[in-house]
C-alpha cells in the first residue's frame, strides 16, 4: 500500500478519530466531546470522497469498547457515518455481553485487531519450553460478568488442587471479594494450614515479587496500572512460563493472549468462539491449544493435566509457529506486520461492501423457473 498525495488517487481514506479518547478527556481547548464528534461529522458529510462510495472505502481503528458506536454519548452526531464505514475493533465480533449471539455491526464491516501489549519488553529474551520452569500459568480475577463467569469460577478448582509446577494466582480489582475469590480463599486457608504457613492472602503490587517461590497467592490487581506491579510481574512470569491459561473474561477477547504470545508462552484457550485479532491472516490453530469449554467445566484438573500428553516435538512446533507470528500481531516487535495485516482487513472488508452495494443484476422469471 502507498500513501498518495492527493485523493483523486487514493483507494482507501482514512478517518482519524478517536471516539473513546475524545470521550474519556472531556474538555478540551474550549470544545466539548459532543462538539468534536459534530466537527467530524460534518467533515464527512461534506466530503466528496465519502459520499461517493458511500463511507466503504473510508476506516477507522477504535480502542474502546465494542459498543461505542452504539452508545449514544460515544459518537452521537458521528456514529451514522462511522456505522456505513470499516472499523478495526480490539473487540468487534460480540453482541451486547456475549459471544453466543449474532455480531454487532458498530461499522458496515468490522474486523478484529489484537491489544497491544506492555508487560513484556520488546527486548526480553525468549527461551524455548525445554527452559521454561513453570507448566503452566494464569493470573486474574476469578469474578467477571456474562461469557468468563463460569469458566473462571471453575479455576477455583485448580487453586485448591494443582500439580507443584502449575503457577495459579488469582487476583482481585478490590478488598471487597466476589464468590469465586471467596472460594479461592477459603482453598488457600485450608491449604496452609494443613502447611502451617502464615496466613496472609491479599497482597499489593509492591509485595509481588519476580521469585516464584514468593508468588502471592492472591493479590490486588489494578485495570488502570499497566505498567507497575502485578502486570509486570505477569509479564515475568509469562517468560518462565511453557503454558499459559488463556479464559474468557467478560467476553471471550482479551489481551491476556497477545501479552502470552510476546513471552513465547503457548496460550492454552478457554473460550470456545475466540478468533483472535487478524484473523484470518494469522493463523492460531498452529500454536495455541483450545481446550472445549464444556470439557473444561467438567473436570478442570483432567483438562489441564491433558496438557502433559501433548509429545514434545509438538510443543516445539507450536512454540516455533508462535514465534513465526509475532510480528504480526505484536506492534512493539522488529519489523511489525501489524499495519500491513489491518490495512489487508480493510481491503478485504472494502471488496465485500463494495460488491454487496453494487447494482444488483435481476434474472427474469417464468412460471417454470429462470430464463
Known amino acids: 500500500a502507498w500513501r498518495v498525495a492527493h485523493p483523486k488517487q487514493a ?66 452526531a458521528l456514529a451514522p457515518f462511522l456505522r456505513r464505514s470499516i472499523g478495526g475493533y480490539w473487540k468487534s465480533f460480540c453482541a451486547g455481553f456475549t459471544c453466543t449471539s449474532a455480531p454487532n455491526r458498530p461499522g458496515a464491516c468490522v474486523f478484529e485487531i489484537p491489544y497491544p501489549t506492555n508487560a513484556v519488553p520488546p527486548s526480553a529474551e525468549i527461551a524455548p519450553p525445554a527452559r521454561r520452569n513453570v507448566f503452566l500459568f494464569f493470573s486474574g480475577t476469578l469474578d467477571v460478568c456474562c461469557t468468563g463467569r463460569q469458566t473462571r469460577c471453575k479455576i477455583v478448582e485448580l487453586v485448591r488442587n494443582h500439580a507443584p509446577d502449575m503457577l495459579i494466582s488469582p487476583s482481585t480489582r478490590s478488598s471487597k471479594l466476589g464468590r469465586c475469590s471467596l472460594r479461592a480463599v477459603e482453598s488457600l486457608n485450608s491449604t496452609h494450614a494443613k502447611a502451617r504457613r502464615p496466613q496472609s492472602w491479599l497482597t499489593t503490587a509492591g509485595n509481588i515479587d519476580s521469585d516464584l517461590a514468593s508468588v502471592p497467592q492472591l493479590h490486588f490487581a489494578s485495570n488502570t496500572d499497566l505498567t507497575g506491579g502485578p502486570y509486570r510481574w505477569l509479564g515475568r512470569v509469562m517468560l518462565k512460563s511453557k503454558f499459559c491459561l488463556i479464559p474468557a473474561g467478560d467476553t471471550c477477547t482479551t489481551s491476556r493472549l497477545y501479552t502470552a504470545i510476546a513471552a513465547g508462552c503457548i496460550p492454552v484457550v478457554l473460550c470456545d468462539f475466540l478468533v483472535g ?95
Request: net charge positive.
Open 11 to 76: 483507494a482507501l481514506f482514512y478517518i482519524p478519530v478517536w471516539e473513546y479518547t475524545s470521550l474519556s478527556i472531556g474538555s478540551c481547548n474550549s470544545t466539548t466531546h459532543a462538539e468534536r464528534m459534530v466537527r467530524a461529522a460534518l467533515a464527512l458529510r461534506r466530503s466528496p470522497h465519502y459520499e461517493a462510495s458511500a463511507g466503504a472505502d473510508h476506516f477507522w481503528s477504535s480502542t474502546g469498547h465494542f459498543l461505542s458506536i452504539l452508545h449514544p454519548n460515544r459518537t452521537a
Open 277 to 371: 485479532g487478524f484473523e484470518p491472516q494469522v493463523n492460531y490453530s498452529s500454536f495455541w491449544v483450545k481446550i472445549p469449554t464444556a470439557a473444561f467445566h467438567r473436570d478442570p484438573i483432567r483438562a489441564v493435566e491433558n496438557l502433559r500428553h501433548i509429545p514434545d516435538a509438538e510443543v516445539t512446533q507450536k512454540f516455533q509457529a508462535m514465534l513465526d507470528i509475532r510480528a504480526d500481531v505484536l506492534y512493539s516487535s522488529r519489523a511489525s506486520r501489524t499495519g500491513t495485516n489491518f490495512l489487508l482487513g480493510v481491503q478485504q472488508c472494502r471488496k465485500e461492501l463494495l460488491a454487496s452495494r453494487a447494482p444488483k443484476t435481476h434474472a427474469k422469471w417464468s412460471r417454470s423457473g429462470t430464463i
